[in-house]
């Protein structure tokens, strides 16, 4: 399997980007999309996941600000980031896991895409 993430790029402080992320080579449903990102200098760290049935969770520092969602047909998931600024300057990682029971797995990651948000 093979997570292709897109969409990141330079922006300005305020403005807007959108990820996409793409599951290959698997006919499997994921029942949790994650995207993670890794900060110049921290450790990567949750950005937003979403169940299949479409439940959300955010992390607190970009609630209001950005949106994560899904196309479970195309086996897809994006994360609409808006108001950006530039402490989200980072790596960003799509996942592809499972959640069940009241747990989160992780699973395969993508190569990861770049977004840098300058003042």
């Known amino acids: 399997v093979q997570l292709q993430a897109s969409g990141g790029g330079s922006a300005q402080a305020g403005e807007s980007l959108r990820l996409s992320c793409e599951v290959l080579?698997?006919?499997?449903?994921?029942?949790?999309m994650s995207w993670y990102r890794q900060r110049p200098g921290k450790e990567r760290e949750l950005v937003a996941d979403?169940?299949?049935?479409?439940?959300?969770d955010y992390a607190d520092a970009v609630k209001g600000r950005f949106v994560i969602d899904r196309d479970n047909a195309k086996n897809e998931a994006s994360l609409q980031m808006s108001d950006l600024k530039p402490e989200d300057t980072a790596v960003y990682y799509c996942?592809?896991?499972?959640?069940?029971?009241?747990?989160?797995?992780?699973?395969?990651w993508g190569k990861g895409t770049v977004v840098t948000v300058s003042s």
């Open positions: 080579g698997s006919p499997n449903i994921y029942s949790l």
């Open positions: 996942n592809a896991g499972y959640a069940g029971g009241g747990e989160k797995v992780l699973g395969p």
């Open positions: 979403i169940t299949y049935r479409g439940v959300t």
